[in-house]
């Protein structure tokens, strides 16, 4: 049985509705982002999150990397619990596990060099890879370390997102909405090169999308998010073509059709 690395118990994650500390104090209310999420995700897994916008995905995936704290439930990693990890622990983990965001332009730091910002990666690895290494793993030439984001194209600019995640060398990376603000064309690449980071070098993959048909062609299993709850979860093939919720059918059913009458999968 290959290694558990991620184990989500009845995770759940609610935000308070008030805007100030003191409203808060007499408004309890809260929004739920996330509810009761339980997921389990192995060594070589290629999993897929989806759902509409406003379901979860993103809060699901801040609380996975840890940029968020759950309000209830347990996250663990290979064993051990997220909730207060020692220092040693949380370095670990932070090497182990790195996350894409959806959008370049709030993470990557506009009057920084591309190649200041991948050595910034690097984290605390003996040998680290040289900015040739990193580049060529996202097929983008070696002139764009000294280019600032705004000279590259938005394809360009979410490779270089995925060089930096990929340069500490992670076993798992979570990729959210990782071609949302692509053409097409771009999109297809950078599937091509998730898919290719998953098969030839092993990588264990958590790929969010609100396009199924995208997640359909890369990932091996599907957990669809509904307000939050993980409303279907099961093989890729399952999920497409035989789903047992109302909810991912209406997903499935906005999926083009290819000729066969099947939704056409990306790529
Ligand atoms: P998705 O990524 O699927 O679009 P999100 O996780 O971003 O969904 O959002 C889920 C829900 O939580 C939405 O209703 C959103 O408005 C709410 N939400 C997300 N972030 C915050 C926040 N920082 N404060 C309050 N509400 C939030
Ligand atoms: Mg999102």
Redesign the pocket.
């Known amino acids: 049985m290959k290694d558990v690395l991620f184990d989500l118990r009845h995770v759940g994650k609610r935000?308070p509705t008030a805007r100030s500390a003191i409203a808060r104090l007499w408004d309890r209310g809260a929004?739920t982002?996330?509810e009761d999420v339980s997921l389990t995700v192995r060594a070589g897994d290629a999993l897929a999150i989806v759902?509409?916008?406003?379901?979860?995905?993103?809060?699901?995936a801040r609380l996975m990397v840890k940029l968020q704290e759950p309000t209830s439930g347990t996250l663990n990693y290979r064993g051990v619990s997220l909730a207060q990890p020692t220092a040693g622990q949380l370095r670990d983990f932070r090497q182990r596990v790195q996350m894409v965001f959806q959008s370049t332009h709030a993470s990557l730091n506009p009057r920084k060099l591309i190649a200041r910002t991948l050595r910034e990666s690097y984290g605390e690895q003996h040998e680290p890879p040289s900015l040739k290494e990193v580049l060529d793993m996202v097929r983008l030439p070696i002139s764009v370390a000294g280019k600032l984001p705004h000279e590259l194209s938005g394809g360009q600019r979410q490779r270089v997102g995925i060089a930096r995640a990929i340069a500490r060398r992670p076993e798992l990376l979570i990729a959210?909405e990782p071609t949302s603000a692509l053409d097409v064309s771009l999109q297809r690449e950078v599937i091509q090169l998730l898919r290719e980071l998953h098969r030839s070098a092993g990588l264990t993959l958590v790929v969010?999308s609100?396009d199924l048909a995208m997640v359909g062609s890369l990932c091996d299993s599907i957990a669809v998010?509904h307000g939050?709850r993980m409303v279907e979860h099961g093989s890729a093939r399952e999920v497409l073509y035989r789903p047992r919720q109302a909810y991912t059918q209406q997903l499935i059913a906005a999926i083009p059709r290819g000729l066969a009458g099947r939704p056409a999968l990306a790529v």
């Open positions: 935000y929004s982002a996330v759902g509409e916008s406003g379901s979860g995905k993103t809060t699901l959210d969010i609100h998010l939050g």
